[in-house]
């Protein structure tokens, strides 16, 4: 089992930036595969970016150039970096673990933080 826990979200201006972070615990941090959703009123579930357990990374064509995905082990934590934000940047911004055990994968989600990019 594993449980996430976000941070960071709030508001900020058009062209501001943010950093939100998830710490995770209950499994072995290093072996997840770590990503970041969002969702927005009205709008399904997008994935945004994602970093597997070897560092490589994958985003979503809208946030490519601005958003950085990155994981601190050590700290059981990932972090998204989000600058030059849009107003269509502004979701609830979820944190995903994907674990595989016994060929199974599991995906676990966080609470969501709430981002809100708004003059």
């Known amino acids: 089992q594993v449980q996430l826990v976000e941070s960071g979200g709030g508001l900020v201006q058009p062209g501001g930036s943010l950093r939100l972070s998830c710490a995770a615990s209950?499994?072995?941090?290093?072996?997840?595969?770590m990503a970041w959703y969002r969702q927005a009123p009205g709008k399904q579930r997008e994935l945004v970016a994602a970093?597997?357990?070897?560092?490589?990374?994958h985003y979503a064509d809208s946030v490519k150039g601005r958003f950085t995905i990155s994981r601190d082990n050590a700290k059981n934590t990932v972090y998204l970096q989000m600058n030059s934000l849009k107003p269509e940047d502004t979701a609830v911004y979820y944190c995903?673990?994907?674990?595989?055990?016994?060929?199974?994968?599991?995906?676990?989600w966080g609470q969501g933080t709430q981002v809100t990019v708004a003059s």
């Open positions: 970093i597997t357990s070897s560092g490589n990374t």
């Open positions: 995903n673990a994907a674990e595989l055990k016994m060929l199974t994968m599991t995906n676990y």
């Open positions: 209950g499994s072995n941090f290093s072996s997840l595969r």
